[in-house]
């Protein structure tokens, strides 16, 4: 199986996030702050023709620093474990890296917290939750 990651309209992710990361919400309310931004990066994952995973990345500070935030971040269940997210992931580095990114960070759900420290991110305070979505933890990588 060959995944391919390419750049997709802020658009097409919704339909993903929605089943994924909010099915409690329609699709059509899944618009973030920034997804239209000149410098916004949404990638999709694809395995022919089918869109398997999605990750987002835009400028947006981190306590005062420049920094780019991940978020987003959705695959289905059965490309879990094979590298798409991780191939989004680096995908969205090379975007930041490419606009003068030194610093990525994201708010992780809890039971994605290993998957973010395998692509080096750090965890920064303690477990907190977002309403109606659930645990997590701010998390930060130097790219």
Known sequence: ?????????????????QRILRPQQRVED????HDDD?????????????????ATIHPEALDGEAAWRLRGMATVPEMRRKGCGAA???AC???????GGTL?????????????EALGF?????????????????????I
């Open 1 to 17: 199986m060959s995944v391919v990651v390419r750049r997709v309209t802020a658009a097409e992710t919704r339909p993903l996030r």
């Open 30 to 33: 899944l618009v973030y702050p």
């Open 122 to 142: 750090e965890t920064r305070g303690a477990e907190f939750e977002l309403p109606n979505i659930g645990p997590h933890y701010l998390m930060i990588v130097r």
């Open 88 to 90: 989004l992931v680096r």
């Open 38 to 54: 000149a410098m916004t990066l949404h990638s999709g994952a694809f395995d022919g023709d089918a869109m398997v995973g999605t």
């Open 93 to 99: 580095f090379d975007h930041a890296r490419a606009h």
């Open 104 to 116: 990525v960070w994201c708010n992780a759900r809890t039971p994605a917290r290993a998957f973010y």
